[in-house]
């Protein structure tokens, strides 16, 4: 099997959930081999990413054309149990609910079937001000199709 390495990770949809994989580094440990608390959000904030990629939504080209794009404005999180150095976890990410300007999203970041971390966040559609605009009309068809 031949691979091509200099292609990112890319994660994918399995149902109505986005499932992004990834590795926890020394990095992203404290003295402990803990994660630090913060790089919770960090992993979530790259499978988001991924997930807005995946359902077909151009956040670059947006940016570039308008000025606008998506921000969070509000997380609520829980910490349940650590992960540590050397785990390969996931993030699932599902689109709880969309709005003119916003979509909500819950993610969980998973060790196996364990529940390490959960969220649930909005992330509003800015102008390049940091307004609140609504979103274009075929992005917010795009996320109802995978709302839960």
């Known amino acids: 099997m031949t691979t091509n390495r200099d292609t990112p990770y890319r994660g994918g949809f399995v149902g109505n959930e986005h499932q992004f994989a990834l590795s926890v580094y020394f990095e992203d440990t404290d003295a402990y081999g803990i994660i ?13 990413s991924d997930m807005i990629r995946a359902v077909g939504v151009d956040q670059s080209a947006e940016l ?7 921000a969070v404005v509000e997380v609520d999180i ?19 609910q969309v709005r003119a300007s916003s979509v909500h999203i819950q993610q969980r970041v998973m060790r196996g079937t364990e529940l390490l971390t959960d969220a649930r966040l909005t992330a509003t559609f800015l102008d390049g001000e940091g307004r609140p605009r609504r979103q ?12 839960v």
């Open 36 to 48: 630090y608390y913060a790089n919770y959000l960090k992993f979530m904030e790259r499978a988001r």
């Open 78 to 96: 829980r910490y349940r149990k650590p992960g540590r150095l050397g785990d390969d976890l996931q993030v699932v990410s599902t689109v709880d």
């Open 136 to 147: 274009p009309k075929h992005w917010v068809e795009k996320f109802k199709a995978i709302t």
């Open 64 to 70: 570039r054309e308008t000025g606008s794009a998506y």
